[in-house]
């Protein structure tokens, strides 16, 4: 159950964060609105997930790692970011990281 309420707080994360540049600096009620809505989703999910069991820094671990790689696809493909190398090696380190994490026991 820890893992499907991490699943969930990514979503809403994603979701959130790809909402930032439609806000227009918070001065957009509507893409505003959803933006913090995602984020309080987002956060309760994870203290959802890990009150169930999942420890803290693998929860994160793998919260930020997923989000932040499916952040950079989404602006890829639907905000018009340029994807470069840096980005590429980037995402690769990070989710590098989490699978040590994840292999290393920390679970």
């Not at 984020?39 to 890990?50: D, G, K, P, Q, S």
């Not at 929860?59 to 932040?68: H, N, P, Q, R």
């Not at 018009?80 to 990070?94: D, H, M, Q, R, S």
Request: glycine share 12%; charged share 5%.
């Amino acid at each position: 159950m820890a893992f499907v309420l991490l699943g969930v707080a990514i979503v809403f994360e994603v979701i959130a964060t790809s909402l930032l540049k439609s806000t227009e600096g918070f001065s957009r009620l509507w893409p505003t609105i959803g933006c913090l809505a995602g984020y309080t989703a987002a956060f309760l999910a994870l203290a959802m997930a890990i009150q169930r069991g999942l420890q803290v820094g693998v929860g994160y671990a793998i919260w930020s790692g997923l989000g932040t790689t499916l952040i950079v696809i989404i602006g890829a493909l639907f905000l018009n970011e340029p994807v470069t190398l840096a980005k590429i090696a980037g995402v690769v380190l990070v989710v590098s990281g989490v699978v040590v994490l994840n292999l290393s026991g920390a679970h």
